[in-house]
């Protein structure tokens, strides 16, 4: 019974490590940045328990860039519904940098917010990598 438990408890730990190795993967390049690249690192939302129908609402994007790229503006998909994009409302090229923008939903029930914000790059408007998060029930 022992070794039974065992090999269950080493295959579902090798299952979440793989899992969490893929969703990573997906959102967050691992490679050096390239000239000019803006790589975003994470999205959070610090309302996310008191979001509002139609109320906007602020976004955090951390982020790595090389030099300080010109972003231009933000956009989202709530579970599938866009993309909208938004005017980003402030920036700081820290370590890592801050993106803020405010947006608003139109539908209740909880959502996967998906994110990435476009940028200057050589004189051309580039997309970032998309990173996403996931907000509780919204409310009316």
Do not use: W
């Amino acid at each position: 019974m022992g070794v039974m438990r065992k090999s269950i408890s080493i295959a579902v730990l090798a299952m979440a490590a793989g899992l969490s190795g893929i969703s990573s993967c997906a959102t967050v390049p691992n490679k050096p940045l390239v000239p000019g690249e803006l790589r975003l690192l994470s999205v959070v939302v610090p309302e996310k328990d008191t979001i509002k129908l139609h109320l906007p609402f602020t976004v955090d994007f951390s982020f790595e860039a090389d030099g300080k790229p010109e972003v231009r503006a933000a956009c989202f998909t709530l579970s599938g519904d866009g993309p909208h994009c938004s005017k980003v409302t402030y920036v700081d090229y820290g370590s890592p940098g801050t993106i803020q923008v405010q947006i608003r939903t139109k539908n209740p029930g909880s959502r996967l917010l998906e994110g990435y914000v476009l940028y200057l790059r050589d004189g051309k408007v580039e997309p970032s990598n998309v990173v996403s998060t996931y907000l509780p029930l919204i409310s009316k």
